[in-house]
Each structure stands twice: as structure tokens, then as C-alpha cells.
């Protein structure tokens, strides 16, 4: 009776450390075909819209152990040092939009006045001289106050054709749920001004729900 108690119970546990291991890791992605990066009609973007690495295969949200990951994979590697953006204050970005709120906010990064219904943007920046990885909080924008910029660890894998992005709940407040998209984007100039061109989206349409 004792031995078939104790077979009981490490069954129990056993059980128990299965499925929170299963239940721990959440993880929604999204599939874009190659080569539908750039609008072939904006001859403004010029060579970006050729290049692989502007050009988004599959987008990853997931969150395992309390702590959200966040992956791109492109057509192409990120070479180490891209060109020069161009415009005053350029960049390129590569770059996460979450919806975790109903409405939307009027504001930076968007010009004064625009409304988009996206709270966070996780974003990895290539402004000529150095990557650097950021999240862009506007939810204080609605009550007077300014958004706020956190950088954030990233990295790139072996093939650099994938950028990874490690991000603490509390600088995207903590969903339990939310809309998200994928998209690189030129930015000619300073946030805050109608100076974005998108190169890519994943998905094409609309926004994923995670998780």
C-alpha cells in the first residue's frame, strides 16, 4: 500500500511539471512570402526595396518562463554595417507593433494629431553608425505625458538573417493578450514626422493575435 502511494504521487508530480511546461511557453508565428518586400510603385524607396534583409519571411511573438521573445526572419542576412539611411536623422527599422488596448493613441512616434491603435513598438534601429534595440511606451501619451524609450537587449544569429529581441513584460505592460504585426520601415527623418516608408509587413493585412 505504502510503494503504491508513493507511485501515486510522483505520477502526480510528474503530471504537474509536464504541464507547466507546456502551458509555460506560448508561441504564435506568422509566414510572409519572400519577395513582397517594398511597393514597386514608390520609386522613392529606390535599391531598399531590392535588398533581402528589408524583406520579412516569419515573425515569432512568444513568451516562455514570465519573459517575451520576439523574432524576424528576413530573405536575406542584416550585414553588419548597412548603408546610410537616407534623409536627416534616418534609420532603418525592423520592428514589432503591439495592440494591447482598446483605442488608439494620437502621437509620437506619428505626427501630432495622427491616431494609430498600437501602445508599444519594439524596434531594432540601424541609424549609419550603430544597431541599437529599443520599446517605445505611448501609453503615457493620452493623459499629457511623453512616451517613453527603453532599450532592450537583441541579437542576430550565426546566418544574421534572424534578429531576436528579448523583452521584459512590465515595458509592454504586462498583457495576458494582444494584437501585434511585424513591419521594417524607413524613417527619413525624426519621429514624430510623416517621414516612414514601409518596406515590409508581416502579416500582410491586419494583425495577429497572440497568444
Known amino acids: 500500500m505504502y510503494r503504491r502511494i508513493i507511485i501515486m504521487v510522483l505520477a502526480s ?4 511539471i509536464v504541464g507547466t511546461g507546456t502551458a509555460s511557453a506560448q508561441t504564435v508565428a506568422v509566414q510572409d512570402p519572400v519577395g513582397d518586400s517594398g511597393n514597386p510603385n514608390d520609386q522613392s524607396l529606390g535599391s531598399e526595396k531590392e535588398q533581402g534583409y528589408f524583406d520579412i519571411v516569419r515573425a515569432e511573438v512568444s513568451k516562455d518562463s514570465g ?8 530573405a ?3 550585414p553588419a554595417a548597412p548603408p546610410r539611411p537616407k ?5 532603418f527599422l525592423w520592428a514589432f507593433a503591439l495592440d494591447t488596448q482598446p483605442g488608439s493613441i494620437a502621437g509620437y512616434l506619428y505626427p501630432p494629431g495622427q ?4 501602445e508599444y513598438f519594439v524596434l531594432l534601429a540601424w541609424d549609419g553608425i550603430a544597431f541599437s534595440a529599443f520599446v517605445i511606451d505611448r ?3 493620452p493623459s499629457g505625458g511623453e512616451a517613453v524609450t527603453s532599450y532592450i537587449p537583441f541579437s542576430f544569429n550565426t546566418a544574421r538573417d534572424e534578429v531576436q529581441f528579448g ?4 515595458l509592454i505592460g504586462n498583457p495576458a493578450a494582444f494584437e501585434w504585426l511585424s513591419v521594417n520601415v524607413l524613417r527619413k527623418s525624426h519621429f514624430g514626422a510623416e517621414a516612414l516608408q514601409v518596406l515590409d509587413f508581416a502579416p500582410d493585412a491586419g494583425t495577429t493575435n497572440w497568444p
Open 13 to 16: 508530480v510528474l503530471i504537474a
Open 67 to 74: 519573459t517575451f521573445a520576439m523574432s524576424l526572419r528576413l
Open 76 to 78: 536575406a542576412p542584416v
Open 87 to 91: 534623409g536627416d536623422s534616418g534609420m
Open 115 to 118: 491616431k494609430r491603435p498600437f
Open 139 to 141: 501609453t503615457p501619451l
Open 167 to 170: 523583452i521584459d513584460p512590465a
